[in-house]
């Protein structure tokens, strides 16, 4: 392929959606996606987790709800990945690291913190199945560098050709509404590591 990750292709799918689903997970600012800043949604609003008496059980249970591997997950702190914005949500996480969700655990939903002490995860990669396909680095659920899964493996999509129908399918793939797709290229979600799938 001629093809380098400044090339990686995007979509935008544009629905109309809260930004996000309460109790959903994501991490922000990692070098991948096994890693970064913790962030919870409550009330539609993505929020970030202060890392008082954050520990390694707390760091597996949001790999874990996340489908990432967990064991030996590693618990940061200190806004390691870089101070969030927006409501600190949960304090004071306590899990045991049985549970599946951080929402199953004992927290406080009232905070003493500032986003200095932003909360943190670095997980093991899990595999994927194959044509699988997620958004990555998106500012929502509905937008972001399109990857694919090939032979157990996450990889980016040149943006070489890439058009709206392309958009399209992915939108459809992920069951998201694809009235309004919008194809982009030349890495406008941040380019990808790793292999280009496609």
């Excluded at 996340?66 to 806004?79: D, I, P, R």
């Excluded at 899990?95 to 009232?110: A, I, K, Q």
Aim: contains cysteine.
């Amino acid at each position: 392929s001629d093809c380098s990750h400044f090339e990686d292709a995007g979509v935008m799918c544009l629905e109309v959606e809260p930004e996000c689903n309460d109790t959903d997970i994501r991490l922000v600012d990692g070098n991948d996606y096994t890693e970064g800043r913790v962030e919870v949604c409550v009330d539609s609003v993505w929020g970030t987790v202060c890392d008082d008496l954050w520990g390694v059980d707390d760091a597996a249970v949001a790999c874990k709800q996340l489908g990432l591997e967990y064991t030996g997950a590693v618990a940061y702190g200190s806004a390691y990945f870089g101070v969030g914005s927006g409501p600190i949500v949960l304090d004071n996480v306590g899990c045991t690291g049985n549970e599946s969700s951080l929402f199953d655990c004992v927290y406080s939903p009232t905070h003493n913190c500032v986003h200095f002490e932003d909360a943190g995860v670095s997980c093991g990669s899990a595999s994927c199945n194959d044509s699988d396909v997620r958004l990555v680095n998106g500012f929502t659920d509905y937008e972001g560098r399109v990857e694919v899964c090939l032979n157990g493996v996450w990889g980016t999509v040149c943006d070489d050709f890439w058009s709206t129908n392309d958009a399209v399918v992915v939108c459809n793939q992920l069951n998201i509404s694809s009235a309004n797709a919008i194809a982009l290229g030349s890495a406008y979600f941040g380019p990808g590591t790793g292999v280009i799938n496609m």
